[in-house]
């Protein structure tokens, strides 16, 4: 085991304070949590770090928060360890450097995505589909070919679900491990956590967002990122449906499943990620950690663009424009699920991780 | 900038829960409001920051209070703790009007909680903020500049100049500039002078440097001095405070609540000389804790040293400085600095006294000392079980008791027995009135938020009028 990080002594320094203060306990799952510690290993920090949603409440309810001499900072110290954690599980291992310019890193695969997708288009097809109008059964493959769209489709987005994989296999390992057998109960809790984003709820009546005021607009916008994100997801395992087991090629009408999947789940992506992004920008800086902000502000952006070219495409899509946009969007998807495992996506990972331990271990609790 | 030339209806000289109690409702009732907050914006609130619910009668069950708490209970709770020094008709006024209390905060945007974990089990008598003072006090802060109040920061009412029992003007330092405000009524819930150390050693000399300051710096008592000097009655005793045993590594002030120690019912307690003063296992810990910093405070050196070992250390909460650590008895002292062999002596002394009994920790257990001095009546274990630990104790001081006397308005009595014609008080400085010894967990907040309203409310009145 490497030696802890200072962000790790931190992290342990203001909990070993918090769990003799408590009066957080209402906020979220991470207090609770805590109180079921007496010390804290590096796990249980990593742990506590990524149950944490960065709501903020703890933030400004805290009677040792900057500029008392306890400098307590939940939430920005956490979002450090989060990020310590996505570089320490990040698989293969080298990759985790990643995460020490994330901001820089995600920007430039997107922009190396959108150019190679050209780049590619114009190496492979008559330059010309670029901007000619495609109509009719097989458009989109005229312009990027029907194979390459699916192989370098499988290839990335498989690439992404092994080094996922692997990430949470160490994750869990390093923090704990075990938990006995699989129980339904505990994943449910952690499935319904998810669904509702229980704690972007901070008690009841919502969170920090922006100041010590209470709003539920952060829990808003991250659910329409998320579904939205899903609903595109959804377009997309449609469309495959389609295209292999009913024999539907695209393009597909505008009132088709795929392409309704595919709207509405962009539209809930651009207004959450533009929403997430607002949010970020005005809020107060004293409980937000400067170091991970790039990484955030990439991978909202990238999202954006995904959908809105995603949107565009279906704008142009009878035009002559639709070559490019197809170009350009797809470059961004490709591009996108290349860097997943190593931007701020995996935060959807490890806090599932985390909520599905948490479940479990409050179990153990009551049984005890 | 803030026009302080114009003439505000009423002046409110503190910053915490009493203050914006009355601010606030002063406002709602049309008076204009200015309230004059000695601490910058980041730690505003005084004491209030620190504390964590308010007791209140309740009738049955509410959202936030299990079962029912009447008057009668929370009289005999008071009496208990004061040992009578009270003003009866004063503290049941307040106790029936604490009912009111959670509702009126709810209305100022405070969100309460069911008590969880390590709250010494309040959940029947004490309604909980959630998130503690500091977020009760962001309520009503917003709740105060939502309704036009002004609110200065960095201002500290200094001296308010009264002819025959009426206060004409307030001289402050706002910002660090002289200047003046201009009043027809003035409420002073600036609360107590425990933060101010030469007053202390007024009464308590050298070993007042030894105290820790629990809550805010600001807790200067200048306000209550001046009013004091100007033929305002003073009430409670003015060398006495209400103190804990707090960890003797603690900051100096402003360390708040996690500076406590609970591990006291499951040690033994010797002070400087390396002897024991005090039944430890006297009590439960709620009813005892409150006792222990006053017992610190008259120890040579003002401080004490809980010795236990690995048995122990899982029956209280966890410090948030970790004990001294070590293989034996004498290595321990060294740590600490204590003479070794008389360490010994008094951990093999109480070992040989300890009597077989069953352990409990939440009850009043049968494990028991039989014939040492002074005895430990429970949680009496042999200390035998490497690694032994050592929580070093110092008192730290949560408020003073000496304060203005007021009537059942919260109007501020002159020395000559008649009321003030245009002062109130709310809160810590006028505490004293009902609170003559002793503590009860929330009684503060209860205080605070019944007289803060009742002097807004009068405040108001009387500028109408």
């Not at chain 2, 920051?49 to 209070?65: A, D, E, M, Q």
Request: charged share 15%; net charge neutral.
């Amino acid at each position: 085991m490497a030696t802890e990080s200072a962000t790790v002594a931190e992290a342990r320094r203001q909990m070993e304070i918090c769990n003799a203060c408590r009066y957080c306990e209402g906020y979220c799952a991470v207090f609770p949590a805590m109180a079921m510690r007496r010390s804290f290993t590096e796990g249980d920090l990593t742990h506590l770090a990524n149950l944490c949603h960065g709501c903020k409440g703890c933030y400004h309810a805290c009677q040792y928060a900057p500029p008392h001499a306890f400098g307590i900072n939940i939430p920005a110290t956490f979002a450090e360890l989060r990020n310590e954690s996505y570089a320490a599980h990040a698989w293969p291992a080298p990759l985790g450097a990643v995460f020490e310019r994330n901001g820089t890193i995600v920007s430039l695969f997107a922009a190396l995505g959108v150019a190679l997708a050209l780049i590619l288009t114009v190496a492979l097809q008559d330059p010309a589909v670029l901007w000619s109008a495609q109509r009719g059964v097989g458009a989109f493959f005229r312009v990027i070919p029907h194979w390459l769209m699916i192989s370098l489709g499988l290839l990335t987005f498989g690439f992404a679900i092994v080094a996922l994989a692997m990430g949470a296999r160490s994750y869990w390992r390093a923090t704990g491990g075990g938990g006995g057998a699989f129980a339904p109960a505990p994943a449910a809790e952690a499935v319904v956590d998810i669904a509702i984003m229980r704690n972007l709820g901070g008690g009841g009546h919502g969170c920090n967002d922006l100041d010590e005021g209470f709003s539920t607009r952060r829990r808003w916008l991250h659910q329409a990122l998320m579904y939205g994100f899903l609903l595109c997801f959804a377009a997309t395992c449609t469309g495959t449906i389609y295209h292999y087991f009913l024999s539907w090629k695209s393009p597909h009408a505008f009132l088709s499943l795929p392409v309704q999947f595919g709207f509405w789940g962009g539209v809930l992506m651009m207004i959450g990620t533009a929403g997430l992004a607002h949010v970020k920008i005005i809020t107060d800086p004293g409980p937000v950690s400067r170091k991970v902000m790039g990484g955030e502000f990439a991978i909202l952006g990238l999202l954006f663009l995904i959908a809105a070219t995603g949107l565009l495409l279906l704008a142009v899509r009878h035009t002559g424009a639709m070559g490019l946009m197809l170009a350009i969007h797809l470059g961004l998807v490709f591009a996108f699920f290349l860097v997943l495992p190593y931007s701020k996506m995996v935060h959807g990972l490890y806090r599932g991780i985390a909520l599905l331990r948490n479940a479990q271990e409050k179990r153990r609790a009551v049984a005890v | 900038m803030v026009d302080l030339t114009q003439t505000f209806d009423v002046l409110i000289a503190g910053g915490g829960n009493a203050a914006l109690c009355a601010a606030i409702t002063a406002r709602r009732a049309g008076a204009t409001v200015v309230v004059a907050e000695h601490a910058p914006k980041s730690m505003r609130g005084g004491n209030s920051r620190h504390t964590r619910n308010v007791r209140s009668l309740h009738h049955g069950p509410t959202g936030v209070l299990t079962d029912s708490y009447l008057e009668e209970e929370y009289w005999d709770d008071l009496r208990r703790v004061t040992a009578g020094k009270t003003d009866e008709p004063l503290a049941r006024m307040c106790i029936r009007a604490s009912e009111e209390a959670p509702k009126f905060l709810e209305s100022c945007g405070v969100v309460f909680q069911p008590s969880l974990s390590g709250t010494l089990s309040l959940s029947r008598t004490n309604a909980f903020f959630l998130g503690g003072g500091k977020a009760l006090i962001n309520a009503l802060y917003r709740t105060a500049e939502a309704l036009g109040i002004t609110i200065l920061y960095d201002t500290e009412v200094q001296h308010i100049e009264v002819k025959d029992g009426f206060a004409t003007k307030a001289i402050v330092s706002h910002r660090g500039f002289p200047a003046r405000i201009k009043f027809k009524a003035f409420i002073a819930s600036a609360g107590g002078f425990q933060a101010n150390r030469e007053w202390l050693r007024k009464y308590w000399g050298d070993a007042a440097d030894n105290f820790q300051i629990r809550g805010t710096p600001y807790a200067q008592g200048r306000i209550l001095k001046d009013m004091l000097a100007s033929g305002v009655q003073e009430v409670g005793d003015p060398t006495q405070f209400h103190a804990v045993a707090n960890d003797a590594r603690a900051p100096m002030e402003d360390g708040g609540l996690a500076m406590r120690l609970d591990c006291v019912p499951f040690s033994v307690v010797v002070n400087r000389d390396v002897e024991r003063f005090y039944d430890e296992g006297e009590d439960v810990w709620p009813k005892r804790y409150a006792i222990w910093g006053r017992l610190i405070a008259q120890q040579p050196d003002q401080v004490a040293f809980a010795i236990n070992d690995s048995k122990a250390q899982h029956n209280y909460l966890p410090p948030v400085f970790a004990p001294y650590e070590a293989g034996s008895i004498a290595e321990l002292a060294g740590m600490i600095g204590l003479d070794a062999g008389k360490l010994e002596k008094v951990v093999a002394d109480y070992n040989a006294a300890v009597q077989p009994g069953t352990f409990s920790a939440q009850t009043l257990d049968d494990c028991r000392t039989e014939g040492l001095t002074p005895p430990k009546s429970h949680w009496a274990r042999r200390i035998d079980t490497p690694p032994y630990y050592c929580h070093p104790l110092r008192p730290g001081i949560t408020f003073t008791f000496l304060s203005v006397k007021v009537n059942d308005r919260a109007r501020v009595m002159m020395a000559d027995g008649t009321p003030s014609a245009n002062m109130f008080a709310s809160g810590e400085i006028m505490s004293g009135n009902i609170l003559g010894q002793g503590y009860l967990a929330g009684f503060g907040m209860a205080i605070g938020t019944v007289f803060g309203r009742i002097a807004g409310e009068e405040a108001a009145k009387l500028v109408r009028n």
